[in-house]
């Protein structure tokens, strides 16, 4: 059945600094794939999405960009905040099965000043 | 003007009881989602309803039972809870099955 892997946390990176998260997906269909972002005791919320093949998210500085080709979506940012720390789910929907949002297990960002 | 809202936040009760959850979203979407996290952060699909009909129904024990009494609302009863349902529940809601979806801000469930 359809997966999401993402790479596992926690990742702690010094403000500024360069910033990738890895997912990878398998599915059978076409699948839209999305970022979400959880902060500290709150629901998660929308960060970026791609619908199609080599489109690319784009959000707050974020950006992912949906490969076929390797099946991946990576979560990158130039320049990482405090405000930054919170955790990130990776996330596929295809309408091939149930149409339902199949998450990651999540990775814990957390910045240091 | 909250999208997304959840009742109570806090529930802290003891083994045996029967609780329940309440959601609400002001969108106008047609779908609706219970999902389950636990202290990991891993985050579990347990039920979905479009336009009141449940669409998704994961394993979970029948002890769990979604109500949707319109399409704006689905509410979680939990009978004679156990210590392993300890864990945050999340409601969310989309336009349709498949699309983004807008989460509550979640219900931290306690069971002593």
């Known amino acids: 059945g359809d997966s999401v892997t993402q790479m596992e946390g926690p990742v702690t990176l010094s403000e500024e600094a360069f910033l990738t998260i890895n997912c990878t997906y398998t599915a059978t269909g076409y699948p839209s794939l999305f970022w979400y972002v959880q902060y500290p005791g709150e629901g998660l919320q929308l960060l970026l999405k791609a619908t199609k093949a080599d489109d690319k998210g784009s959000n707050k500085g974020f950006e992912a960009t949906y490969r076929k080709e390797t099946t991946s979506f990576h979560l990158e940012k130039g320049s990482v905040q405090v405000s930054d720390s919170a955790v990130y789910f990776c996330a596929l929907s295809d309408r091939s099965s149930a149409s339902k949002i199949i998450f990651g297990s999540g990775t814990r960002l957390s910045i240091r000043p | 003007d909250t999208a997304v809202s959840q009742t109570p936040k806090y529930l802290v009760t003891q083994m045996g009881n029967d609780k329940s959850i309440k959601c609400e979203q002001n969108?106008?979407?047609?779908?609706m989602y219970w999902y389950k996290q636990d202290s990991k952060k891993f985050l579990k699909i347990m039920f979905s309803?479009?336009?009141?009909?449940?669409?998704i129904n994961e394993t979970v024990p029948n002890r769990f039972s979604p109500k949707s009494p319109d399409k704006a609302h689905l509410n979680l009863h939990i009978n004679s809870l156990e210590l392993g349902d300890s864990a945050v529940y999340f409601c969310?809601?989309?336009?349709?099955?498949?699309?983004?979806?807008?989460f509550g801000p979640g219900t931290r469930l306690t069971v002593l």
């Open positions: 969108l106008g979407h047609d779908t």
């Open positions: 309803y479009n336009n009141k009909e449940l669409i």
């Open positions: 969310a809601s989309s336009h349709q099955s498949g699309d983004t979806q807008y």
